[in-house]
């Protein structure tokens, strides 16, 4: 049995060198550079509608990178829905490109300087799995930001991590071990939610089928979603929100 063993030894050395160039293939790539998300601060809804202060923290996508304008970002989405329903939303996005769970610490400090806001969306995780980020960590962090936000009174809803094996900027068999490890996140994320206090939304499961058949929910990075593709998550954040925001009038 001693040539069946080589044998798989070398196929396990051989499926890590390939993961490795894979891997070293994806990371010296070009993505869309995160000053290329449009401003997403605004006042939405008619002038006498009711009052509502919405803040969005986040990485890159919670900026929207990857989207034409403001319109089609997450952020402006959610607030142009609820301004729909007769709100007046007063919009401000604090995410930043490139962020990790870790670095919510100072999303949130920003979130509340000033009027607090009523509603936090929060959508991150996709860097924690690319940098192998621990669950454990990305649990802790997760937790202790949401619990600083409700301690404000401020309701929260988390996107968790997308679907990482949709992302065409990694080949066969990246991909997989991405989707693997967004996994991972997300299930730590959801944890983190539910112990603090917030409302978990899962991206993967409610969007993932989708950007999985269809390759216009991904910007021209093959990465970041596109215009399609944020309209998929806001739509699947939306009912959320909406409760959050039900929830925030009936205490005012």
Not at 207 to 220: C, I, K, M, W
Request: aromatic letters at 4%; glycine letters at 12%.
């Amino acid at each position: 049995m001693w040539w069946l063993t080589g044998r798989i030894l070398a196929a396990g050395v051989l499926g890590l060198a390939v993961l490795g160039a894979q891997a070293i293939a994806a990371a010296t790539r070009s993505y869309l550079p995160g000053d290329s998300a449009p401003p997403i601060d605004g006042t939405f809804g008619p002038a006498g509608g009711r009052p509502l202060r919405l803040a969005v923290l986040g990485d890159s996508t919670a900026a929207g990178v990857g989207a034409p304008g403001r319109p089609d970002t997450v952020a402006a989405r959610l607030a142009t829905a609820l301004a729909e329903d007769g709100w007046r939303v007063t919009l401000h996005g604090v995410a930043v490109s490139n962020a990790r769970t870790g670095d919510l610490g100072g999303q949130v400090s920003r979130a509340l300087t000033g009027a607090w806001p009523d509603i936090a969306v929060i959508v991150v995780g996709a860097n924690d799995a690319t940098s192998l980020s621990r669950p454990s960590t990305v649990e802790h962090d997760l937790a202790a930001a949401i619990t600083r936000l409700r301690s404000a009174r401020v309701r929260v809803v988390v996107g968790t991590c997308p679907d990482m094996g949709t992302i065409r900027a990694f080949a066969h068999p990246l991909r997989e071990l991405a989707g693997w490890r967004g996994r991972q996140i997300a299930a730590a994320q959801a944890r983190a939610v539910r112990r603090a206090g917030g409302v978990a939304v899962d991206l993967a499961a409610t969007t993932g089928p989708v950007f999985r058949a269809d390759p216009g929910t991904l910007s021209p990075d093959l990465f970041h979603p596109s215009a399609d593709g944020y309209r998929l998550w806001a739509a699947a954040l939306l009912p959320a929100v909406q409760d959050a925001a039900s929830a925030s009038s009936s205490i005012a």
